[in-house]
């Protein structure tokens, strides 16, 4: 069983969209997670930061943590085609980051 | 803003060249990374390296080695290029504690090796 299962998509939806990504997890000694986006032929950049459970906002973005669940999520609000991309959940212990294999999103106008 | 920086976007080599793959970071991050991403297998860790002249095995470390001389400076090596060399290559640094802290990732060199 992997650390870091990510449903690989593709999750296609429509301008305006409300979009929810998500990861689940095995280790409970994960500490910190991150949500990353990949646009195509490029490298992956950091969108969201959070160390606990909870909701942590910015802008049209929500990151999510359910520690008892062993769960994150990202929330997208009135997503944009500029949206279209990877996003990766990342989780930290005390050695190193493991990443999910990424959801491809795409939004069409 | 944290920059990384990798010598080539795209590469194209022989089997059995040897490929060395630079990367530059300009934020004074102790911890520099190198990883391989292929489709539906996502990033593994190739090397690492918390400090200058200091490296470490990551998942994936077979075929490759790596070169530290300089606290900004991470190179990879592939000694003989093979075809499942292939790949897009990412480098990564951190400032945090080993490898635990958020990672910033460059541009990626995509290799193709016939």
């Known amino acids: 069983q992997k650390e870091v299962e990510q449903d690989p998509g593709p999750l296609s939806v429509p301008e305006g969209a409300i979009v929810s990504l998500n990861c689940t997890y095995s280790?409970?000694?994960?500490?910190?997670f991150m949500w990353y986006r990949q646009y195509s032929r490029k490298g992956p950049e950091l969108l969201m930061y959070t160390y606990s459970s909870g909701n942590k906002e910015d802008g049209r973005f929500t990151a999510q943590v359910d520690k008892s669940s062993k769960y994150i999520s990202l929330f997208i609000r009135d997503s944009q085609p500029s949206d279209s991309a990877t996003y990766l959940c990342a989780m930290s212990r005390t050695d190193k980051l493991i990443f999910g294999t990424g959801t491809r999103l795409q939004v069409f106008p | 803003d944290v920059k990384v920086t990798q010598s080539s976007r795209y590469l194209v080599k022989r089997t059995g060249e040897k490929v060395f793959l630079e990367c530059v970071q300009d934020m004074d991050h102790e911890n520099m990374f190198w990883y391989r991403q292929d489709p539906g297998l996502g990033l593994r860790l190739i090397y690492f390296s918390y400090d200058v002249k200091m490296k470490e095995k990551g998942d994936i470390p077979e075929g490759y080695s790596v070169s530290r001389e300089k606290k900004e400076r991470f190179s990879l090596i592939l000694e003989s290029a093979s075809t499942n060399q292939t790949s897009m290559y990412l480098c990564?640094?951190?400032?945090?504690?080993?490898?635990?802290?958020?990672?910033?990732f460059g541009p990626g060199t995509r290799l193709t090796v016939l």
């Open positions: 280790n409970s000694a994960f500490q910190y």
């Open positions: 990564a640094s951190s400032p945090g504690a080993r490898g635990a802290d958020t990672q910033y």
